[in-house]
């Protein structure tokens, strides 16, 4: 239970981090906005997948 909630707070402060670089570093919004999705789509598809069995 412990190393899931470490596991789960190491994700959202790189997540923080490559949101607030995002903001700093692109100059287009939609695009920023884009990377954001793409980014949260990723860090559910880590979790998500080992549960269905998929190995990467």
Known sequence: MISALIGVLIIVVIGAICFWAIDKFSVDRRLSQLLKLLICLAAILQRV????????
């Open 49 to 56: 997948l080992p549960l269905l069995g998929v190995s990467i």
